[in-house]
């Protein structure tokens, strides 16, 4: 963790808050596959939800893919379409389950507590909007995260399901 100064300042990035963006994608599996949910999925390159039109870069049409492929090709339409079929409550707790919503303490060698509290998930009546909840599904949108956060993230989905911050709990229900 390293801090760059601006005036009299320090910046530390790694507990700033930033777009989380397609990395997202990662929670939206997760949450698939605890809900057995395998979508096959056809893309055309844009996907409509209300009046949010969804595209994927550059327009590229993906076609007939599945979860794994959708992954690999960063697939926004998929992921737009597949965020909807789970539904807000099951995207929701997925992620409080890898520490949206919540702060996060980090306790350093001498015993001084750093929170990380500048991150943001949008609230629930934000996610009733299907737009909203479409954008979710690739990253977009009110949602925020840290470098340290998600990273944490991708090591309990890397570690089977076992998270491991300050302290340790499992992901799994």
Do not use: W
């Not at 327009?59 to 599945?66: E, F, L, R, T, V």
């Amino acid at each position: 963790m390293a801090s760059v100064s601006i005036g009299d300042d320090y910046i530390n990035r790694a507990v700033s808050a930033y777009t989380v963006g397609s990395v997202f994608k990662l929670v939206v599996c997760t949450c698939a596959v605890e809900n057995d949910i395998d979508l096959s999925y056809k893309c055309t390159g844009e996907i409509t939800v209300g009046d949010t039109v969804c595209h994927r870069q550059n327009n590229k049409k993906h076609g007939k893919q599945n979860i794994k492929e959708a992954l690999a090709n960063s697939c926004n339409c998929y992921f737009v379409n597949l965020t909807l079929t789970l539904s807000a409550d099951k995207l929701y707790n997925t992620a409080q389950k890898f520490g949206y919503c919540k702060d996060i303490t980090l306790y350093t060698y001498n015993d001084n507590d750093f929170t990380v509290k500048k991150r943001s998930f949008p609230l629930k009546s934000e996610l009733s909007s299907l737009g909203q909840l479409a954008l979710l599904g690739f990253g977009q949108g009110s949602l925020t995260d840290t470098p340290i956060h998600f990273t944490s993230i991708v090591s309990c989905i890397a570690n089977g399901g076992v998270y491991y911050f300050s302290y340790a709990f499992s992901c799994r229900e």
